[in-house]
C-alpha cells in the first residue's frame, strides 16, 4: 500500500527547519496525521495522545531498522534502545526507568549537589573561575560519588 504525498521530498526542509519542520508541516495541512517522505522513504508524521499510545505499542511499530544509518551511527548509537524490539527493548528500558524513580533522581541530586560544594569550596576570590570547567568537573565527581555509593549499597556500578 502507498502513500499519498501531496509535500514531495521533505529532506531539504527538515535540514533546515529541524525540530520546527514536522509541527510546521502539520500546520500547513491542519492535520495531526502527515504522510510525506524523507530521504526518498515514505514517512507518517504523527501528532497527540493517541498517535504516542499507538507508536508505543509494540503491535503496530517495529524499532529494527527504523533509523536511517547516519542518523542513528551519529545521534543515538547502533543497539541502542531506540533500535530494539521485543523483550530486548523492554529489558533495556527496564534498566533506563530505574534511573528516574523518585530515590533514584533523589540519590544523583544529592551526590552532583555534595560535589559542587565540594567544588565551590576550592574557589579563591583571586583566581579565576570557568565555569564550564568547574561544572565538568563537579559533575564528574558527582556521577563518580554516585557510582562508590551504589557499589557500597549493592554491589552494583553504573560508572
Not at 533546515?16 to 526518498?40: C, F, I, K, N, Q
Not at 522513504?41 to 536511517?68: M, S, W
Not at 576550592?122 to 564528574?140: H, K, P
Amino acid at each position: 500500500m502507498g502513500m499519498r504525498d501531496r509535500h514531495g521530498d521533505q529532506s531539504l526542509r527538515l535540514l533546515l527547519e529541524g525540530y520546527a519542520w514536522l509541527p510546521g508541516l502539520r500546520r500547513s495541512t491542519g492535520s495531526d496525521v502527515v504522510r510525506t517522505r524523507v530521504m526518498g522513504q515514505p514517512t507518517l508524521g504523527l501528532c497527540g495522545p493517541e498517535a504516542a499510545q499507538f507508536f508505543y505499542d509494540e503491535k503496530h511499530v517495529q524499532r529494527h531498522n527504523a533509523i536511517p544509518s547516519p542518523v542513528l551511527s551519529t545521534l543515538f548509537g547502533h543497539g541502542a534502545v531506540h533500535t530494539l524490539d521485543a523483550d530486548a527493548h523492554r529489558q533495556r528500558e527496564s534498566f533506563f526507568l530505574a534511573l528516574v524513580t523518585p530515590e533514584s533522581v533523589a540519590s544523583r541530586v544529592a551526590c552532583v549537589a555534595a560535589a559542587w560544594e565540594d567544588t565551590v569550596v576550592g574557589w579563591r576570590a583571586d583566581r579565576e573561575v570557568v565555569l564550564f570547567d568547574e561544572a565538568s568537573r563537579a559533575l564528574t565527581a558527582g556521577v563518580r560519588r554516585l557510582g562508590r555509593v551504589r557499589r557500597v549499597m549493592t554491589g552494583f556500578c553504573l560508572v
